[in-house]
């Protein structure tokens, strides 16, 4: 019996994304305040960019239009689920 050959391209996985996530927040939590560690380094590097992508832009990097502020919210919260609601609101 012959297999099919794989994909070259993993689907990304959302949630298994989301649970990494929520598992390094987990874990900084029962991270000790006085831990230098490099494991604990790279645990507080991983949860600032995550903060960074989350949080909004300093006022200086803000769009002043509303369109432009339309446009990059989109393609920071949107992506392909974005571009699929508004394909199915129409």
């Known amino acids: 019996m ?6 070259p391209y993993q689907p990304i996985r959302w949630l ?6 929520l598992a390094t927040v987990s874990a900084a939590e029962r991270l ?5 560690s490099l ?6 590097q991983r949860l600032a960019a995550a903060q960074r992508l ?3 832009l ?9 369109s432009e502020r339309a446009v990059w919210q ?14 199915l609101k129409r």
């Open 39 to 44: 494991q604990a380094r790279r645990l507080r």
């Open 32 to 36: 000790d305040p006085a831990d230098d």
């Open 2 to 7: 012959q297999q099919r050959p794989r994909s």
């Open 74 to 87: 989109f393609l920071r919260w949107g992506g392909l689920g974005a571009l699929l609601a508004v394909l």
């Open 58 to 66: 300093p006022a200086p990097l803000q769009a002043s239009v509303w």
């Open 16 to 21: 298994h994304q989301l649970a990494n996530l």
């Open 54 to 56: 989350l949080d909004p």
